[in-house]
Structure formats: C-alpha cells, structure tokens
C-alpha cells in the first residue's frame, strides 16, 4: 500500500512537472513524511526545491497556485525522487521458467 502513494506521488510530481518545464527548470522533488497534528496519520509530501530564498519560494507558490496546485513552503529534505527521464526503464521480459522433470509415479 505505502508504495502506491509513492506511486502517485511520483505521478503527480511528474504532470507538474511536464506541464510547467520552466517553471521546475533546475529543480527536483523529494518525498518527506510527516504526522498529521490533528489526526496522527502519517502524511507523505511532495517537496520541490532547492530555491534561493523566502521571496524565490513565494514567487514559486504563486506560480503554481496559477494552475491549481497547492503549495506551502517546508524545509527541503526528504528522499530525493528518481528523475523523471530515467523512472520508467524498460526490462527485457523474464525467461519463462521451465517446469522441472517430474519422476514417473503416483504420488509425485
């Protein structure tokens, strides 16, 4: 279950992303889990960073609250997130496995 949020944390930070390039140019996103003060429920975040200062941060949210998304400034720590361009590589399919010889009988 925990790696489907990070799944879709992944996923939201990728459409950002894609649809606001210049805006995200020379950053990237880290996820941060924290616990909900009010409900104790452990919370994961998107963290996009690293910005200058207080002003870059506001400029930043203002940008993103132009097309939709929620912002709130927090430290910049967490685990970084595989960049976008290398997240989905493609594996040559497994090998079917072969069924081993099953000696002749009954009950085997």
């Given at each position: ?99 081993p010889r099953r000696p002749f009988g009954l009950f085997q």
């Amino acid at each position: 279950m925990f790696y489907l949020f990070i799944f879709q944390i992944f996923l939201r930070w990728a459409s950002t992303k894609a649809t606001n390039p210049a805006l995200f140019e020379g950053l990237y996103g880290v996820v941060s889990l924290r616990e909900n003060a009010r409900t104790r429920a452990a919370e994961l975040r998107l963290i996009a960073g690293p910005l200058a200062d207080a002003d870059a941060v506001n400029r930043f949210c203002a940008a993103l609250a132009t097309v939709n998304r929620y912002c709130q400034p927090a430290g910049f720590e967490g685990q970084r997130l595989v960049e976008v361009d290398r997240a989905i590589e493609r594996r040559p399919a497994p090998k079917p496995m072969q069924r081993p010889r099953r000696p002749f009988g009954l009950f085997q």
